[in-house]
């Protein structure tokens, strides 16, 4: 929502971003982007949801996650 933008801060360095909406209904934003000026990051939002998290915390959990999904593939492979 547009009402938010008030308390909405980016995550690394805590300044005021500015939102470019690319779709939109009466009472939120569906789709766009929050820009950091200061740090020159775009945060998506995708389905009304923005994703703050900081650039280098979105590597580190994708990471995290491919190391999970390849833990449990081998685990198959032992079990079978």
């Not at 938010?4 to 009466?26: H, Q, S, T, Y």
């Not at 789709?31 to 945060?43: A, F, N, Q």
């Not at 593939?73 to 032992?78: C, L, T």
């Amino acid at each position: 929502k547009k009402e938010l933008m008030d308390i909405l801060a980016c995550p690394v360095c805590k300044g005021d971003l500015i939102l470019n909406v690319v779709e939109e209904n009466k009472e939120e934003v569906i789709s766009g982007t929050l820009y950091c000026p200061v740090c020159k990051e775009h945060y998506p939002i995708d389905e009304g949801i923005p994703n703050l998290l900081p650039p280098d915390s979105e590597t580190d959990v994708r990471f995290n996650l491919e190391q999970i999904f390849q833990n449990v593939i081998i685990n198959r492979q032992e079990i079978n």
